[in-house]
């Protein structure tokens, strides 16, 4: 069974910092990895798909890789903004659903 | 282009009570998947369907059911609720079988279960 971790659980930053999302996967047999937003109350904003041939993909301020040999997947953000902060998960496909981390929870001050 | 839409939004029941939610994919998506979210179990698959036809469930007892139309809208019905229940359920919709296509998720229905 798939097994996804998120760490941390929370992070605060000032803004204007460069950050680093961890994710990590116990089943190197997947699809395609998702990273996706969540602002409280409400309910997922997909911000990037990486599919299982690739290595990274980039939108923006933001840039995902993924290392399947290493089970690893990791959401660069950079020059964050107050506007980043919700919740951070990441999600494997494994040809059968989505199996979601428990997420990071950003807070990005001011 | 309209996003996914969910209804209702909110709603309480009682235990024993039963409830059906309603979800509209994007126009064009035949793929429709659920999910439950709760603060202790996080995101988990309940199911997906595709052109009417369930492909696939996940370890959710039966009585979590559901079905789609013709017209790719999908409905999830919950009887005999309990307190466990009450949860945030999202559904998501893709051009294809979810395993290759970005999933676009809809604002989730906020069920409570007194």
């Known amino acids: 069974k798939q097994e996804v971790t998120q760490i941390p659980a929370a992070l605060s930053v000032p803004e204007g910092e460069n950050l680093v999302l961890n994710c990590s996967f116990t089943d190197s047999a997947i699809y395609n990895l998702q990273w996706f937003r969540q602002d409280p109350g409400k309910g997922l904003t997909s911000l990037l798909l990486i599919q299982s041939s690739q290595r990274e993909q980039t939108s923006g301020r933001l840039n995902a890789s993924l290392d399947k040999s290493s089970g690893r997947s990791t959401l660069y953000i950079a020059a964050s903004q107050p506007g980043d902060s919700a919740t951070y998960l990441c999600a494997v496909h494994s040809g059968y659903a989505l199996n979601f981390g428990k997420g990071t929870s950003l807070l990005v001050t001011p | 282009k309209a996003g996914v839409t969910q209804t209702p939004r909110y709603l309480i029941k009682t235990r024993g009570q039963q409830v059906t939610l309603s979800c509209s994919p994007i126009s064009g998506h035949r793929s429709v998947s659920w999910y439950q979210q709760t603060p202790g179990q996080g995101l988990q698959f309940l199911f997906e369907y595709f052109s009417e036809t369930q492909r696939n469930k996940g370890n959710f007892p039966g009585r979590f059911s559901g079905r789609q139309f013709s017209n790719s809208r999908s409905e999830m019905n919950v009887s005999t609720l309990e307190l466990g229940d009450s949860a945030l359920y999202l559904c998501?919709?893709?051009?294809?079988?979810?395993?290759?296509?970005?999933?676009?998720f809809g604002a989730g229905s906020r069920l409570t279960v007194l």
């Open positions: 998501a919709s893709s051009l294809a079988p979810s395993g290759a296509n970005v999933l676009t």
